[in-house]
């Protein structure tokens, strides 16, 4: 069964250099659903897209960042979300609403652009050899994968003539790591503890800002960037057809 690990949600708009100082209005926006921001104390003048600001959720389970040219909702979902997809696309769905209404303090009615990350993995209870195998097969006219310790696989493609959309598709292993761990650590394969497929999927309108400067995302705009972007992944695990077991 696919595991939907992870989703971030991000709108760029034009840079605002000072954004840091908004902080107190962007935590009455979110008052309920997250707390106190971290204020990163970087000097206004460098890199814009260095977050200013850090929000986590009262649940912990997501954090919005605010940098000078963009917001960004990132969610890590519990093992009863993991399983079904629609749980996410539901939580997202409130999110998205929020992130919009928090670029109206910055005076900007609409965003360059948006778009939705999705993280999935495909566990499998064979190991490395089992795992590459398969996507050599689906996704190499080579299929040999004599030597071979990692593959990924990632293509690009337009849709509609708006949307641009990139998929990854690799093998990933796990293994299980102490918090308290300092200093350089030996990954072993033999110690790894799950392996499986990982497909990252990033679903933007950012074709559209490319083609026409002038062009501007919406919220309906991001309904249908997420609505397209969980599509394209469904429809990506359906023709990986499972990990291998």
Known sequence: MPRYVQNSFNVVFPRHA???????????RLKGHYLQPQIIGVPDELDPEVPRLIFGSVHGFSQIVVSQVGIVLNVSYSPDYQGDSHKGKN?????IAILFDLITLLGEKSPYFCGLSTKVQLPC??????????????????????GVHDLNVKTTNVVDNRFFSNVSVANYRTWNIASDVQGVMSLSDKDAIAHGIEIT????DRYSYNQDKSYRSSLDQAKIVMEYGFAQVERTVETIGGAPS
Request: hydrophobic share 40%.
């Open 18 to 28: 000072t954004i840091r100082r908004l902080a107190n209005d962007f935590e009455d």
């Open 91 to 95: 939580y997202l769905a409130e999110r």
């Open 125 to 146: 209870t064979g190991g490395d050899e089992e795992v590459l195998a398969h996507l050599a097969k689906l996704l190499l006219k080579n299929e040999s994968t004599t």
């Open 201 to 204: 999927a990033d679903f933007n």
